[in-house]
């Protein structure tokens, strides 16, 4: 994927302007996910991504391929997004077609509300993560990426990008422990 990043790079700055809309094409999942990840509102992760784009769009000819290009991005992506949560999130209630459905009481299987009622927990216990903890948390395990390209992306050490995701899990732990043990 390095190299065809690299060609259609190569071919934007060289002016081929579909180059650039197939990055996007590429890469426009992939950076939505990561924005809505971090901020867990839809509209924010639309506006974010879009502003990541553009800021991409920007500065592709200051990209020096020391690292890969997703990794460049979600660098991008996860700053806009650090700013974004440290300005104070606004808060709203989420529009009808993002609120989680409701159970139906004559469907389903107890097993499988029960882990409804844990997937909600979770996400409200990641949302209540400092932003670090929670970005280094969230690349980690939704992105798979090693701590060295977490300590990359957020412009921190190695070891400090270990400790936030330590400290994250340990929070998440902490705050979810009633869902251990069967209670």
Avoid at 121 to 140: H, V, Y
Wanted: glycine share 4%; hydrophobic share 40%; proline share 3%.
């Amino acid at each position: 994927m390095r190299e065809a990043d690299f060609g259609l790079i190569d071919r934007f700055l060289q002016g081929d302007a579909a180059a650039f809309d197939e990055l996007v094409r590429r890469r426009q999942r992939e950076v939505y996910n990561l924005a809505y990840r971090m901020t867990r509102n839809a509209e924010d992760a639309r506006d974010l991504s879009q502003e990541a784009f553009i800021q991409v769009y920007r500065n592709l000819d200051r990209f020096d391929r020391r690292s890969s290009l997703s990794t460049w991005m979600y660098r991008i992506v996860v700053n806009l997004c650090l700013n974004h949560l440290n300005r104070g999130a606004r808060s709203r209630v989420p529009s009808v077609d993002e609120q989680p459905e409701m159970a139906d009481p004559s469907g389903g299987s107890l097993a499988q509300l029960e882990e409804k009622e844990r997937q909600d927990a979770l996400a409200s216990a990641i949302e209540t993560l400092p932003p670090q903890q929670r970005a280094s948390l969230t690349l980690r395990v939704h992105h798979q990426l090693p701590h060295a390209e977490i300590a990359e992306i957020l412009g921190i050490s190695e070891a400090t990008a270990k400790v936030h995701y330590f400290h994250a899990v340990r929070a998440l732990r902490g705050k979810l422990a009633h869902f251990r043990g069967g209670a």
